[in-house]
């Protein structure tokens, strides 16, 4: 079973910038499209973006020009910049990711790590 780690939120003012990280456990992560969720008190989880094994990556709109999405498949992580952060950005950030890119784009796995809070505030 694959175990994921995130780390690298906080308490951030608006326009400010954090970079995260998500290390996966288990084998194949080199081949595995990876995304990103975040989940806002009181709503669903939703996605944020994803990158492929190859490096392919895609951005929810609500996100794209600010974050981008990378991977080290050597260190079998994930990061997540995010720059220009905004109030609504408030949330607790999850990887997740699985071989099926339907799958990543659609969040749906039934095991997720900790996640790691972001908050935006002045």
């Known amino acids: 079973q694959v175990r994921l780690v995130e780390s690298g939120g906080g308490l951030v003012q608006p326009g400010g910038s954090l970079r995260l990280s998500c290390v996966a456990s288990?084998?194949?992560?080199?081949?595995?499209?990876m995304g990103w969720y975040r989940q806002a008190p009181g709503k669903e989880r939703e996605f944020v973006a994803r990158?492929?094994?190859?490096?392919?990556?895609g951005y929810a709109d609500s996100v794209k020009g600010r974050f981008t999405i990378s991977r080290d498949n050597a260190k079998s992580t994930v990061y997540l910049q995010m720059n220009s952060l905004k109030p609504e950005d408030t949330a607790v950030y999850y990887c997740?990711?699985?071989?099926?890119?339907?799958?990543?784009?659609?969040?749906?796995?039934?095991?997720w790590g900790q996640g790691t809070q972001v908050t935006v505030s002045s």
């Open positions: 997740n990711g699985d071989m099926n890119l339907a799958k990543v784009l659609r969040g749906d796995f039934s095991s």
């Open positions: 288990g084998s194949g992560f080199s081949i595995k499209s």
């Open positions: 990158v492929s094994g190859g490096g392919i990556t």
